[in-house]
């Protein structure tokens, strides 16, 4: 029994030193990269993620970044955070959840800095003092999704409101659905504040299903069910590969423009967070390098960027 | 038969665009007897794509590798952690009478079948920088994560444990009292005869924590290279739409169950007169 | 005169609907005393007091010059290691023999000389079950390394309840002659309780008869089963004493 013991201990301990990683609190991360490993110079690593030089820079202080899932997915951040962490020798520490979920974050200053898309959400977020001050970093359209073909002629609709109202029709009609995220996201409080430009009272209608579910995981749905949906651009054409029941049906209009802040959390209410680091995160963001790089996302996969640059 | 483009871009092909009979359409502005020939070609390559993200482990792919190492140090330790509280505390509720056990048993029992995810919302919020604990710095790292895993399979280990002590002989503590052993050694031999629902209880406690998802998101964040586990990195690949991917991890994740519980029953059935 | 080791002086255990009243008795080093009496008299109660595993309500247990009443808190751990007791069902570890056996010297971290152990061993005929598992064990074998083990470490005192209750004529001999030999060369006390009156003959020298929570009469050898003092003890010899 003494020896299953020792067995035991030894498989722990292998186990707790063995894995390469770095420090996780944020203090000095002596030689290792952010990925716990070295990876080859300059080549592409897998899984889309930006490559990461042999010996990383040595991490001066950790920030952490609250941001969406659709804009994580869109992987936008992954292309232009190592900059900014190479510039600065600050490590950027990402978590996309729901809008509501990184603004409550925020309010609790379990996070430096936020990067969201839900105007209404942010503009209450300074004004009751949780943020310092919002700065428009970018901004992309939400396009409606609906079954390849566009059975319903929906593109050739003039606005928003004729669209939506020929959306209804087609789904009542023949039984297609509309999926919404239902998650309370920026995403989500979008698509709610539309239907009432056309009329439409979405509540109890048995077209309208609502997912609870982040923006990925609502086109995986709408595509199984070959129905409409309401998306951000870039998270469709980063996923389009996976979608291919579904095609853009209705873009373009004004109503449909979603726009990226970035706002620090405001030292004052949480004094811990770093708050000149989120500055400095900040001020990258809406510099003119940045801005070129956001502004150029996507071009060479898509044909067209994914973002449109918007910092004044 | 239309030829599609792709574009190679950090490491994905991505459809670009669609020649056909001299027409080039760029991907949106697909026919839709276009789009179903491209659907079935797609098809395909995601059953590729499960084999092609196995391929990413046999490289030895980093990003992998290090997703493995988090998981297995935070399941690890935490298992550690409620093995060292939990047998000790099922055998003393299996062994002893005093007021208020069956309190202590139901609450236990509740334990065991307890939302993983209700006990990451706690940690988070004992974590969270207006909490309680905010200023350990613990949240958003492994420490959180081991702390909420520890909770997660302490009810477990020590649940079984207590209902294998529970099978003993009660005549077999009295003899060995009686021969004069202590009343921890003879804890130590009803665990020790208890062993193989102590394994059970350990196996148990494992089982229940690799596989978790809902509370390691909550504390742990799935920060790429930190907290990144293999259940939280099925849920963002599952998202994005990476199914083979998704797949690879969960075979990945399978197999070190697996090779853990055959682990612990070899080395169980090693131990002279172990098995039944 | 030989020496005491237990002397029990009003002592007075209670259970619900039960108990025991030992006014006075006394126990001698190196003899083997033998209890006789219907099931539920109290003998395994006694024994229970006398290997300290639970204590008196009232009254004194002196043993080895040392008074252990029952307001006594804790009994020290060596007096209790100088105490062994073998139940009528034994009751062995799940490991090899060879564990079971050498377990009372693990806890008391005591050498493990294996010499000095095989005699003990071969005396019960248990040499060639040693590497094998207590389960594979016919009720007799287990029984008989029951006995091992409580011998193993040369106990002072050994108590018996209904050993050979069990076992059939070869291993009650086997038992029997081991721990008339080791009363002999060691000299301990040894308690036996016992249901079987002929058995009480052969290896007691006092034997006493205990019914209803009170002792009836404690005599040598030869008064109890040809001369016995009380009309119950003839009773009992003569199977007349209803249980």
Redesign the interface.
């Known amino acids: 029994?003494k020896?299953?013991a020792v067995?035991?201990i030894v498989?722990?301990m292998m186990?707790?030193t063995?894995?390469?990683?770095?420090a996780?609190?944020?203090a000095d991360d002596p030689h290792g990269?952010?990925?716990?490993?070295?990876?080859d110079n300059g080549a592409?690593?897998?899984?889309?993620?930006?490559a990461v030089p042999e010996f990383g820079p040595e991490y001066a202080d950790t920030i952490?970044l609250a941001t969406t899932?659709s804009t994580y997915?869109s992987?936008l951040l992954?292309k232009i955070i190592p900059v900014f962490e190479s510039m600065h020798g600050i490590e950027v520490?990402?978590?996309?959840l729901g809008t509501g979920q990184a603004i409550n974050?925020a309010e609790?200053?379990?996070c430096d800095i936020i990067l969201v898309h839900a105007p209404n959400l942010e503009d209450q977020f300074v004004e009751e003092g949780y943020g310092t001050e919002r700065w428009n970093v970018m901004y992309n359209e939400f396009v409606f999704l609906g079954p390849?073909?566009d059975p319903a002629g929906i593109a050739e609709s003039a606005d928003i409101e004729s669209a939506l109202i020929k959306m209804q029709e087609h789904m009542e009609d023949e039984g297609i659905a509309f999926t919404s995220r239902g998650d309370n996201s920026g995403t989500h409080n979008k698509e709610v504040d539309l239907w009432p430009l056309a009329g439409i009272e979405v509540e109890g209608q048995e077209w309208y299903t609502s997912l609870g579910q982040?923006m990925?995981?609502t086109?995986?749905t709408t595509n199984e069910m070959e129905g409409y949906t309401m998306t951000d651009r870039g998270t469709y054409f980063?996923?389009?590969?996976?979608?291919?029941?579904l095609?853009?049906v209705f873009e373009g209009d004004e109503a449909l423009t979603n726009p990226y802040s970035i706002i620090p959390v405001n030292p004052n209410k949480?004094p811990?967070?770093k708050h000149e680091e989120a500055l400095l995160l900040a001020e990258f963001f809406i510099s003119d390098e940045a801005q070129k790089m956001i502004g150029e996302f996507g071009k060479?996969?898509?044909?067209e960027p994914l973002f449109f640059a918007d910092a004044q | 038969m239309p030829e599609m483009f792709y574009?190679q871009?950090?490491?994905?092909l991505?459809?670009?665009?669609i020649i056909e009979n001299d027409r080039a359409f760029?991907?949106?502005y697909?026919?839709?007897a276009v789009?179903?020939r491209?659907?079935a070609v797609?098809q395909e390559e995601?059953n590729m794509e499960a084999v092609n993200a196995l391929k990413?482990l046999l490289t030895f792919?980093?990003?992998v590798?290090?997703i493995?190492?988090?998981s297995?140090?935070v399941s690890?330790?935490a298992l550690?952690f409620s093995t060292l509280i939990g047998i000790p505390v099922g055998t003393i509720l299996g062994l002893t009478h005093f007021r208020g056990k069956p309190f202590v048993t139901a609450l236990l029992y509740t334990g065991m079948g307890f939302p993983p995810v209700v006990i990451g919302l706690f940690v988070f919020l004992l974590f969270?920088?207006?909490?309680p604990m905010?200023?350990l710095?613990?949240?958003?790292?492994?420490?959180a994560m081991i702390t909420a895993q520890t909770i997660i399979a302490f009810p477990l280990v020590s649940g079984f444990t207590m209902a294998a002590v529970l099978s003993v002989?009660k005549?077999?503590m009295?003899?060995?009292?009686?021969?004069?052993?202590?009343k921890l050694?003879a804890s130590w031999?009803a665990i020790?005869?208890a062993?193989i629902g102590v394994l059970v209880a350990i196996i148990a406690g494992f089982g229940g924590i690799i596989s978790e998802v809902g509370a390691v998101m909550l504390v742990g964040?799935?920060?790429?290279?930190?907290?990144r586990v293999l259940t939280t990195a099925i849920v963002l690949e599952?998202?994005?739409?990476?199914?083979g991917?998704a797949i690879a991890f969960g075979i990945i994740l399978l197999s070190i169950t697996f090779i853990a519980n055959l682990?612990m029953v070899t080395?169980?059935k090693r131990?002279?007169?172990?098995s039944e | 005169m030989t020496e005491k080791s237990y002397y029990i002086r009003n002592l007075l255990k209670k259970y619900p609907g039960f108990e025991l009243e030992i006014k006075d008795l006394s126990l001698f080093k190196g003899e083997i005393f033998c209890m006789l009496g219907p099931s539920g008299a109290g003998k395994t109660t006694l024994l229970r007091l006398l290997?300290f595993?639970e204590k008196a309500e009232e009254g004194e247990i002196i043993f080895e010059g040392r008074n252990f009443s029952y307001h006594s808190n804790t009994y020290p751990?060596e007096v209790?290691?100088k105490?062994?007791?073998v139940?009528q069902?034994p009751?062995l570890?799940?490991?090899?023999v060879w564990k079971n056996i050498i377990?009372?010297l693990k806890?008391?971290n005591q050498r493990v000389d294996k010499a000095e152990i095989m005699p003990l061993v071969e005396e019960l005929g248990i040499s060639h079950l040693l590497r094998q598992?207590?389960?594979t064990l016919s009720g007799g074998e287990a029984q008989r390394v029951a006995m091992a083990?409580?011998l193993v470490?040369k106990p002072r005192v050994l108590?018996l309840d209904e050993p050979t209750a069990n076992l059939d004529p070869t291993n009650i001999k086997i038992i029997e002659q081991m721990v008339t030999k080791y009363a002999a060369e060691e000299r301990p006390t040894v308690v036996w309780i016992t249901h079987n009156h002929f058995q009480a003959k052969r290896v007691g020298d006092r034997t006493c008869l205990i019914d209803g929570g009170l002792i009836v009469e404690v005599s040598e050898k030869d008064t109890f089963f040809n001369n016995p003092e009380q009309q119950k003890t003839k009773a009992f010899l003569s199977g007349e004493m209803f249980f």
């Open positions: 029994m020896r299953v067995l035991f498989l722990i186990v707790v063995g894995c390469q990683q770095p996780d609190t944020g990269d952010s990925n716990g490993a070295p990876a592409p690593a897998d899984n889309g993620e930006a952490v899932t997915d992987g992954d520490d990402i978590i996309s974050i609790r200053g379990d390849n073909g982040g990925g995981d086109l995986i980063s996923m389009m590969d996976k979608l291919p029941n095609e853009i949480h811990g967070v060479d996969t898509f044909g | 574009m871009t950090q490491g994905a991505l459809p670009h665009k760029p991907i949106r697909c026919p839709r789009v179903k491209i659907a797609k995601r990413l792919d980093p990003y590798y290090n493995i190492g988090v297995l140090r690890g330790i550690l969270s920088s207006v909490g905010g200023s710095g613990w949240l958003f790292t492994t420490k002989d005549n077999l009295k003899q060995l009292q009686a021969l004069g052993a202590t050694q031999a020790k005869e062993r964040g799935n920060i790429e290279g930190k907290t599952t998202r994005q739409g990476n199914f991917v682990t080395l169980q131990h002279l007169f172990a | 290997n595993l751990l209790m290691r105490i062994t007791t139940f069902r009751a570890l799940k490991d090899s377990y009372p806890i008391r598992s207590s389960r083990r409580a470490f108590l």
